[in-house]
């Protein structure tokens, strides 16, 4: 059972706007920042966003993210195949003195 | 180019020991905070440990913590995760990040699998 509530699955045609949720607490995302992951099996993982909306150099502006409360969002505009991937949500958690992540969200380009 | 490349994973008999590490080229990694974080088969991603630049500030996961132990030899640019009384749920591929106070796992190694079976 993962701290940060993420749903299974997502999935969209391409051109598509994909929206993935991230529900933690005020334990975690509630008073740190969200930040989210690209797992492409076989490769390194890739982060996407950090800081809950800032974008690393090189990752492209079609990824999105956004937080309120003690939830965040990450949002992909114009899905693309190469987009199929599963995405993790992850932040500080205060109690537990650790870092947490969500079980994953499978992304599937139809 | 900047990367992180593990190695020393295997195959373990439940109860043993194995060192981890994880290799820098490309950048200076006693400038960056390393974190360990593994995926059991068919899972998710779990954060496993974090070491600051020179060793003072470590910090463990429940559940390896007293059995795990991670350390850095920044001349090596190499930081290690040393793992006993390994357990069957040890058993995942492991990945190292690095971090600064600015940016958390920018970057990450391919993983080395650790498979704890009899």
């Known amino acids: 059972q993962s701290v940060l509530t993420q749903p299974p699955s997502a999935s969209g045609t391409p051109g598509q706007r994909v929206t993935i949720s991230c529900s933690g607490s005020n334990d975690n995302i509630g008073s740190s920042y969200v930040y989210w992951f690209q797992l492409v099996p076989g490769t390194a993982p890739k982060l996407l966003i950090y800081k809950n909306n800032q974008r690393p150099s090189g990752v492209p502006d079609r990824f999105s993210g956004s937080k309120s409360g003690t939830s965040g969002s990450l949002a992909i505009s114009g899905l693309r195949s190469e987009d199929e991937a599963d995405y993790y949500c992850a932040s500080w958690n205060d109690k537990l003195s650790s870092w947490v992540f969500g079980g994953g969200t499978k992304v599937t380009v139809l | 180019e900047v990367q992180l490349v593990e190695s020393g994973g295997g195959l373990i008999q439940p109860g043993g020991s194995l060192r981890l590490s994880c290799a820098a080229s490309?950048?200076?990694?006693?400038?960056?905070?390393v974190h360990w974080v593994r995926q059991a088969p068919g899972k998710g991603l779990v954060w496993v440990s974090r070491?600051?630049?020179?060793?003072?500030?470590?910090i463990y996961a429940d559940s390896v913590r007293g059995r795990f132990t991670i350390s850095r030899d920044n001349a090596k640019n190499t930081v290690f995760l040393q793992m006993s009384s390994l357990r069957a749920d040890d058993t995942a591929v492991y990945y190292c990040?690095?971090?600064?106070?600015?940016?958390?796992?920018?970057?990450w190694g391919q993983g080395t699998t650790v498979t704890v079976s009899s």
């Open positions: 070491i600051n630049t020179d060793g003072s500030n470590i």
């Open positions: 990040a690095r971090s600064t106070l600015l940016i958390s796992m920018d970057v």
């Open positions: 490309g950048f200076t990694l006693s400038n960056y905070w």
